[in-house]
């Protein structure tokens, strides 16, 4: 695993979705209430908003896309059960070794190091499952503040 920061560009390059998830993000906040909500509660919101919009665009079990997918050891796994990670967005980009994982943050916190690595490790193991022999995984924060 290397960690480093990318430009925009070269993620961009490497996770070509990243300006439609970003807007997707923008549209979604933007359009969910926060009057008489906590922010943890307006977060929660714009997650489950982002999730049934991906799930529109690209099916509940899309092949390239998921949202909310919950995985143990790279694999589909029930949701909420202990030991699994549960990732925003999912994108095996297709035609490459690359799977880009987003994780959306609606708060004050940022992705931080412990995070980043549970989401590579899932990710990695995911591309696995799916038959890339050495996937490159990207993790990327999406931040959306309330």
């Given amino acids: 695993m290397v960690v480093g920061t990318l430009t925009q560009e070269r993620v961009n390059e490497f996770c070509p979705k ?23 509660q307006w977060g929660m919101d714009v997650h489950r908003g982002v999730e049934q919009e991906i799930k529109r665009a690209y099916g509940p079990r899309g092949r390239l896309v ?3 997918n919950s995985l ?3 694999r589909d796994a029930t949701r909420g059960e202990i030991g699994t990670s549960r990732l925003d967005i999912l994108h095996r980009v297709e ?3 690359t799977v880009c994982a987003y994780d959306i943050k609606t708060g004050q916190a940022g992705l931080n190091t412990a995070q980043a ?3 590579y490790q899932e990710a990695l ?7 890339i022999a050495h996937p490159r995984v990207l ?7 309330p």
Wanted: aromatic share 4%.
């Fill in 18 to 40: 990243t300006a439609e998830f970003e807007d997707m993000l923008r549209q979604i906040a933007d359009e969910t209430p926060r009057d008489g909500r906590s922010p943890q």
């Fill in 66 to 68: 998921r949202a909310e």
């Fill in 72 to 74: 143990r050891n790279g």
């Fill in 95 to 97: 035609g490459t070794d």
């Fill in 117 to 119: 690595a549970r989401i």
């Fill in 125 to 131: 193991q995911f591309g696995i499952e799916v038959g």
């Fill in 139 to 145: 993790v990327t924060e999406q931040r959306q503040a």
